[in-house]
């Protein structure tokens, strides 16, 4: 009789981390950098370069008191937005994949959006340490929404409506290092394949990128 112990290829394997423990790392990690950036770059004379041509000074200091208060609140809200944020483009996933009948638990499913915005977060980090070595006078808003690894970086703007910009802002390495952490999380799962995968992650990416630009157009008829 054969006395060792048989172990089902099914069975689940150890995780290094989580689902938990990487959401609290983001939310962690959001908050220091979100942080930072308020203690780092926005500083009071980044307010008055910004807005020394539109406003009176006493006007910038108020406005620069009301971010800092705002700012405290965020931190508050920030667990709750993540979550939502991560859930929402979990559900975004899923959809396609219930109208074919694939069935991925929306926790699996979750958990792979959650490492992808791993890559959102570097975004920030990476424009943080960019800024926070320019001289406060050099800080422009179009530095402010800087994207590494952009094709915007060797494109002339002035070419360009805002919009098209922003657009061609969103075609950069991290939003391909995203669709890729989708597609592999999604494949990795065997319950869907190469093709299909990439075909949901890259619906979901333009998709997401859809809704933002409409969102800004809206906002800007209602202005």
């Known amino acids: ?47 008055y370069t910004l807005y020394g041509k539109q406003m ?18 965020g ?7 993540i979550w939502l944020r991560i859930a929402f ?9 219930m109208i074919k009948y694939i069935e991925i638990p929306f926790k699996q499913i979750f958990r792979i959006t959650a490492f992808a915005f791993l890559i959102l977060i570097s975004v920030d980090v990476f424009r943080f340490f960019y800024l926070y070595f320019l001289h406060a006078g050099s800080i422009t808003a179009e530095s402010l929404t800087y994207t590494p690894f952009a094709i915007t970086n060797i494109l002339n703007k002035e070419n360009y409506s ?24 999604l494949h990795k799962t065997g319950k869907i394949e190469k093709i299909d995968a990439l075909l949901v992650s890259m619906g979901v990416w333009a998709g997401i990128l859809i809704l933002t630009f409409a969102s800004s157009l809206f906002l800007q008829t209602m202005t």
């Open 56 to 73: 009176e000074d006493y006007r910038i200091d108020e406005y620069f008191n009301m971010a800092k208060r705002i700012q405290l609140w």
């Open 162 to 185: 805002d919009m098209a910009f922003a657009f061609l802002n969103k075609i950069n390495m991290f939003e391909f290092l995203w669709v890729y952490v989708i597609y592999r999380g």
């Open 89 to 97: 483009v979990a559900f975004l996933i899923q959809l396609p994949l």
């Open 1 to 47: 009789m054969n006395n060792s112990i048989a172990i089902s290829p099914n069975e689940r394997k150890e995780r290094l981390i989580e689902t938990w423990q990487l959401y609290l790392i983001i939310t962690v990690v959001t908050i220091i950098i979100s942080f930072a950036f308020q203690k780092f770059i926005m500083t009071r004379d980044v307010y």
């Open 75 to 81: 931190y508050l809200v920030t667990p709750l937005f």
